[in-house]
């Protein structure tokens, strides 16, 4: 938004998302900027999980609706994730770790429309994380070779070339593949 529209339209599209946030919030809720882009809302919802989405799915498309530039329409795609007190948090600390964690999993995982904290969430961003920072010292312990995979032409069997795959054997972390690195 910053780099089509300017630095303005930018902090003004923030301010719009407040307003949309607090709009869609009720007398007992609280919104927040956590930072940059990031929002916070901590309202009651229902205590079941199919309809605490569908209110989250609500807030989405409030967020979504089009930002009027004055010449055209700026569109902004929205990320929700949900952590609620169902899930044993306690605190506003536990809420705010819960939904980081539940973000970072839908920006590495995107399809979903609602991302809700679980533990499965919790144990990805985990495993995500010691990856990043081992990936550093792995780099330093020369902890990655190359397989060399033959290339064969199917019409006559003949070897045409091949292919040099990275490969990582972490020692604290076991094999680790390149989908996750």
């Given at each position: 938004?910053?780099?089509?529209?300017?630095?303005?339209?930018?902090?003004?599209?923030?301010?719009?998302?407040?307003d949309r946030l607090q709009r869609f919030a009720t007398?007992?809720?609280?919104?927040?900027?956590?930072?940059?882009?990031?929002?916070?809302?901590?309202?009651?919802?229902?205590?079941?999980?199919?309809?605490?989405?569908?209110?989250?799915?609500?807030?989405?498309?409030?967020?979504?609706?089009?930002?009027?530039?004055?010449?055209?329409?700026?569109?902004?795609?929205?990320?929700?994730?949900?952590?609620?007190?169902?899930?044993?948090?306690?605190?506003?600390?536990?809420?705010?770790?819960?939904?980081?964690?539940a973000l970072a999993f839908a920006h590495e995982n995107?399809?979903?429309?609602?991302?809700?904290?679980?533990?499965?969430?919790?144990?990805?961003?985990?495993?995500?994380?010691?990856?990043?920072?081992?990936?550093?010292?792995?780099?330093?312990?020369?902890?990655?070779?190359?397989?060399?995979?033959?290339?064969?032409?199917?019409?006559?069997?003949?070897?045409?070339?091949?292919?040099?795959?990275?490969?990582?054997?972490?020692?604290?972390?076991?094999?680790?593949?390149?989908?996750?690195?």
């Amino acid at each position: 938004v910053n780099g089509t529209f300017g630095m303005d339209f930018g902090a003004g599209i923030l301010g719009d998302m407040i307003d949309r946030l607090q709009r869609f919030a009720t007398d007992r809720s609280a919104v927040a900027r956590l930072e940059g882009d990031t929002f916070a809302l901590l309202m009651d919802v229902p205590q079941d999980e199919l309809a605490a989405k569908e209110l989250a799915l609500d807030l989405k498309h409030i967020l979504e609706e089009p930002y009027p530039t004055g010449k055209t329409k700026a569109f902004i795609r929205s990320t929700i994730v949900m952590a609620t007190s169902w899930q044993g948090h306690d605190s506003a600390e536990d809420y705010v770790r819960a939904g980081e964690l539940a973000l970072a999993f839908a920006h590495e995982n995107p399809g979903s429309a609602v991302t809700v904290y679980a533990e499965q969430v919790v144990a990805k961003v985990e495993r995500m994380l010691k990856i990043e920072r081992a990936l550093w010292a792995a780099l330093e312990n020369d902890e990655f070779h190359l397989v060399y995979q033959p290339q064969v032409r199917l019409s006559d069997e003949r070897v045409i070339g091949a292919e040099a795959l990275v490969r990582w054997h972490s020692e604290p972390l076991g094999p680790v593949y390149p989908d996750e690195f």
